[in-house]
T-cell receptor, first 113, second 114 residues
Framework: KNQVEQSPQSLIILEGKNCTLQ??????????LRWYKQDTGRGPVSLTI?????NTKSNGRYTATLDADTKQSSLHITASQLSDSASYIC????????????FGTGTRLTVIP | GAGVSQSPSNKVTEKGKDVELRCDPI?????LYWYRQSLGQGLEFLIY????????KSGLPSDRFSAERTGGSVSTLTIQRTQQEDSAVYLC????????????FGPGTRLTVT
């Protein structure tokens, strides 16, 4: 069964600290994996996209990693800011069609001063 | 440029009433998606439109749900005889048909059925 699981479900960190969010998937065949940031009351916004051959990709203070062998991805946030408070959603696409997306339930990150 | 817009942003309706939710995709995007996001749940795929092809309705939870896309642009999601379990945020996304199929999401419509 195609699934995407994220951990932790929620996380609270102090401003300036680093954190790492996890995404494990069983989706097959794999096409790409995308991390989204969703602010409260807003739609998700894409942070990074990773294909099978990519191990790491950075977008500012966000760095995503992908291990296609173990089917795991992580999103590392460095020097967190209050504006990083949001839900982070991992989405995996299969190769079998443009609408075959599998969404994780997200990690709710709260950055406190 | 303008992003995906949705209206209304919030909708409160009584059980049994019909509701219509609107989505204006990014101009030129041929693909349009509707999702439902319930509290504490992941995004749930509802329906997908691609150009002039027949829509993929495989995610619609019941025959009370329907959607149209007129002229390849604006889409309307209709929920008939609403139930309390329909309460959720309904998100619309659009994308171009390229390799990455990146979806751009609208802000969503929060539907509350009382």
């Amino acid at each position: 069964k195609n699934q995407v699981e994220q951990s932790p479900q929620s996380l609270i960190i102090l401003e300036g600290k680093n954190c790492t969010l996890q995404c494990n998937y069983t989706v097959s065949p794999f096409s790409n994996l995308r991390w989204y940031k969703q602010d409260t009351g807003r739609g998700p916004v894409s942070l990074t996209i990773m294909t099978f051959s990519e191990n790491t990709k950075s977008n500012g203070r966000y760095t995503a990693t992908l291990d296609a062998d173990t089917k795991q991805s992580s999103l590392h946030i460095t020097a967190s800011q209050l504006s990083d408070s949001a839900s982070y959603i991992c989405v995996v696409r299969t190769e079998t069609g443009a609408n075959n997306l599998f969404f994780g339930t997200g990690t709710r990150l709260t950055v406190i001063p | 440029g303008a992003g995906v817009s949705q209206s209304p942003s919030n909708k409160v309706t009584e059980k049994g009433k019909d509701v219509e939710l609107r989505c204006d995709p990014i101009s030129g995007h041929t693909a349009l998606y509707w999702y439902r996001q319930s509290l504490g749940q992941g995004l749930e795929f509802l329906i997908y439109f691609q150009g002039n092809s027949a829509p993929d309705k495989s995610g619609l939870p019941s025959d009370r749900f329907s959607a149209e896309r007129t002229g390849g642009s604006v889409s309307t999601l209709t929920i008939q005889r609403t139930q309390q379990e329909d309460s959720a945020v309904y998100l619309c996304a659009s994308s171009t048909r390229d390799f990455s199929y990146e979806q751009y999401f609208g802000p969503g419509t929060r539907l509350t059925v009382t």
